[in-house]
């Protein structure tokens, strides 16, 4: 399994910017997708999760409301779709593949993701 994320660059604070992560060598269709950041020194957060048929979606608190997140199983990508950026949002953004299945509700977990993508840089000025 491969998952390739892009769209990544440096903004201003309130801009908009849409990361993309297109996954290869799996049934894609199957799994729920989740992306997280990571700044340097601190944890990897979650960010938002989409399910693998796309019903149900879960969000941060910190992005909830600015943030969408989508997929489309025939191009086999998933988007995060970010507006109102804020320069906390400044992070390596990785998008990842849900473990398990046809999972009815997308999870949070980071242990509940087994592939990981290799990361996407987001810069957010002030």
């Known amino acids: 399994v491969q998952l390739q994320a892009s769209g990544g660059g440096l903004v201003q604070a309130g801009d908009s910017l849409t990361l993309s992560c297109a996954a290869s060598g799996r049934s894609f269709s199957v799994y729920g997708m989740g992306w997280f950041r990571q700044v340097p020194g601190k944890e990897r957060e979650f960010v938002a999760a989409?399910?693998?048929?796309?019903?149900?979606?879960l969000f941060a608190d910190s992005v909830k409301g600015r943030f969408t997140i989508s997929r489309d199983r025939g191009k086999n990508t998933v988007y995060l779709q970010m507006k109102g950026l804020k320069p906390e949002d400044t992070a390596v953004y990785y998008c990842?593949?849900?473990?398990?299945?046809?999972?009815?509700?997308?999870?949070?977990?980071?242990?509940?993701?087994?592939?990981w993508g290799q990361g996407t840089q987001v810069t957010v000025s002030s």
């Open positions: 989409i399910s693998w048929d796309g019903s149900s979606t």
């Open positions: 990842a593949l849900d473990r398990r299945s046809y999972r009815g509700s997308p999870s949070s977990w980071e242990t509940e993701y087994n592939y």
